[in-house]
């Protein structure tokens, strides 16, 4: 009676939920179109601009009378 009882149940705890008996059918996964070396480039990229932000930030302090 229990085994019974535990199938037909909803909830949390309940039995079967669909979500687990019904297979997903959705978009295909994407395939990433960045390479790794692309990435890599375009991190360098990035923390050079950074440096250059910052020693012109510095220039400008520099310059600057107190």
Do not use: K
Not at 2 to 9: A, H, I, K, L
Not at 21 to 34: D, F
Not at 39 to 64: F, K, M, P, T, Y
Request: aromatic share 4%; hydrophobic share 25%; charged share 30%.
């Amino acid at each position: 009676m229990d085994t019974v009882y535990d199938g037909t149940r909803t909830g949390r705890f309940g039995g079967r939920s669909e979500s687990t008996t019904i297979p997903q059918r959705g978009t295909p996964p994407r395939t990433n179109s960045v390479t790794a070396s692309q990435a890599r480039a375009a991190r360098r990229r990035e923390a050079r601009r950074n440096e250059q932000a910052v020693a012109a930030w510095l220039r400008e302090l520099a310059g600057r009378t107190r």
